[in-house]
């Protein structure tokens, strides 16, 4: 029998094409395709003793002990568990590391109960090779960066726009000391599918955030990142009651709001405190002893006010944090940068036509450049 593939095209995940992922669970952990879930034809423990033996003895000998680890019931309950993410998801395609051994046997065996769905040609290395040349061309496309002070919601801006790249957003992290997300940060991998799947949509002018290479734990990919060092900017300029305002938003109601909701009332409130603290305590390199002391005490006394419902106490702890903190590291950094690249610099809102009205004269520009023969 000849089993169906199709090409390692990105239009699948343009298209939003259910994706089965057979490798084992810790494969998966470190980076799976953009979607994917993952039903592994054998688990971890099964994967490294066939490992083992295919390293020590060959390929035959391998296949012959995986086939006795993954037999009768197991067999059939992995067979069951493909079949149901088929009738769930009719289109979904199959895919391994390298679009070999593992998902043709997947495919054989859904093919034995009348089941047949295609892997992906090449599997999972074909597809991130795609997924990694797309951040590659995305250097070289016209870029432009927001950059401002701590609070001035350059992330709400970016994602305003319709070319905008949520960098923060594809590493679950808004790029602080508490900036981290309550659910776990995608691996480095998954970051970069991430941001390559946004990048497909994208074939012309880029808006990102500043960023440091930096995200979290996720690095921007160091073609795009040098792209973004070199890029013209415009640079958001708000009053301090402003962006304290947006501070707070991001760093407690939001936060806050998800906390509550992963993991209820007392347990989330517990974690959202460890976490803030946690946040406050790794800065006391660059705080000091002294000051850090004095915002911890101010953070402990808001978050007892917070309990009796005084949300705004929070503010006697961030306000130096913006001022003493984030806005010195800022103008030094700033102080560093060619002022020329700035194209504009002006309120939120005055940046924010700048960069459209860039991103349309960049678009026509492009339009008219002649093609290559």
Same mark, same amino acid.
């Given at each position: 029998?000849t089993?169906?593939?199709?090409?390692?095209?990105?239009?699948l995940?343009?298209q939003?094409r259910?994706?089965?992922?057979?490798?084992? &669970?810790?494969?998966?952990?470190?980076?799976?395709?953009?979607?994917?879930?993952?039903?592994?034809?054998?688990?971890?423990?099964e994967? !490294?003793? +066939?490992?083992? %033996?295919?390293k020590?003895?060959?390929?035959?000998?391998?296949?012959?002990?995986?086939?006795?680890?993954?037999?009768?019931?197991?067999?059939?309950?992995?067979?069951?568990?493909w079949?149901q993410?088929v +009738?769930?998801?009719?289109?979904?395609?199959?895919?391994?590391?390298?679009g070999?051994?593992?998902s043709?046997?997947?495919q054989?065996w859904l093919?034995?109960?009348?089941v047949?769905?295609p892997?992906? !040609?090449?599997?999972?290395?074909?597809?991130?090779?795609?997924?990694?040349?797309?951040i590659?061309?995305?250097?070289?496309?016209?870029l432009?960066?927001?950059?401002?002070?701590?609070?001035?919601?350059?992330?709400?801006?970016?994602?305003?726009?319709?070319?905008?790249?949520?960098?923060?957003?594809? %590493?679950?992290?808004?790029?602080?000391?508490?900036?981290r997300?309550?659910? &776990?940060?995608?691996?480095?991998?998954?970051?970069?599918?991430s941001?390559?799947l946004?990048?497909?949509?994208?074939?012309?002018?880029?808006?990102?955030?500043?960023?440091?290479?930096?995200?979290?734990?996720?690095?921007?990919?160091?073609?795009f990142?040098?792209s973004?060092?070199?890029?013209?900017?415009?640079? +958001?300029?708000?009053p301090?009651?402003?962006?304290?305002a947006?501070?707070?938003?991001?760093?407690i109601?939001?936060?806050?709001?998800?906390?509550?909701?992963?993991?209820?009332?007392?347990?989330?409130?517990?974690?959202?405190?460890?976490?803030l603290?946690?946040?406050?305590?790794?800065?006391?390199?660059?705080?000091?002893?002294? !000051?850090? %002391?004095?915002?911890?005490?101010?953070?402990?006394?808001a978050?007892?006010?917070?309990e009796?419902?005084?949300?705004?106490?929070?503010?006697?702890w961030?306000?130096?944090?913006?001022t003493e903190?984030?806005?010195?590291m800022?103008?030094?950094?700033?102080?560093?940068?060619?002022?020329?690249?700035?194209?504009?610099?002006?309120?939120?809102?005055?940046?924010?036509?700048?960069a459209?009205?860039?991103s349309q004269?960049?678009?026509?520009?492009?339009d008219?450049?002649?093609q290559p023969a």
């Open positions: 029998m089993l169906p593939q199709v090409e390692p095209e990105l239009t995940l343009q939003g259910a994706l089965i992922d057979v490798r084992a &669970p810790v494969e998966f952990a470190q980076g799976g395709l953009p979607g994917a879930i993952n039903l592994p034809l054998m688990d971890d423990d994967r !490294r003793l +066939v490992g083992t %033996a295919y020590q003895h060959g390929q035959q000998a391998a296949i012959a002990l995986g086939q006795r680890l993954v037999s009768g019931s197991i067999r059939q309950q992995r067979i069951a568990a079949r993410a +009738v769930e998801n009719p289109d979904a395609i199959l895919y391994c590391f390298r070999g051994l593992r043709q046997i997947a054989q093919a034995e109960t009348g047949e769905r892997r992906i !040609r090449g599997g999972w290395k074909a597809m991130r090779h795609a997924l990694c040349q797309r590659e061309t995305a250097s070289e496309q016209p432009l960066v927001v950059g401002g002070l701590t609070g001035c919601a350059k992330t709400a801006l970016v994602q305003q726009l319709a070319n905008g790249l949520d960098l923060e957003g594809c %590493a679950r992290h808004k790029g602080s000391a508490f900036g997300h309550p659910l &776990p940060a995608p691996s480095q991998i998954d970051f970069e599918h941001m390559g946004r990048l497909l949509a994208l074939s012309g002018p880029l808006v990102v955030e500043d960023e440091s290479r930096h995200i979290g734990t996720a690095n921007v990919p160091l073609a990142w040098r973004m060092e070199q890029a013209p900017r415009v640079r +958001v300029e708000m301090l009651d402003w962006r304290l947006q501070i707070h938003k991001d760093y109601d939001d936060l806050w709001a998800i906390y509550r909701q992963q993991f209820g009332e007392w347990l989330g409130w517990a974690l959202m405190r460890k976490q603290a946690g946040a406050l305590a790794r800065l006391k390199k660059r705080l000091g002893h002294a !000051r850090l %002391a004095r915002l911890q005490r101010l953070q402990q006394l978050f007892r006010e917070h009796r419902g005084n949300r705004q106490a929070h503010e006697a961030l306000a130096p944090l913006l903190y984030y806005d010195p800022y103008r030094y950094q700033l102080e560093r940068r060619d002022p020329g690249r700035f194209l504009h610099v002006g309120d939120w809102d005055s940046c924010l036509a700048a459209k009205a860039w004269e960049r678009s026509r520009q492009l008219t450049q002649p």
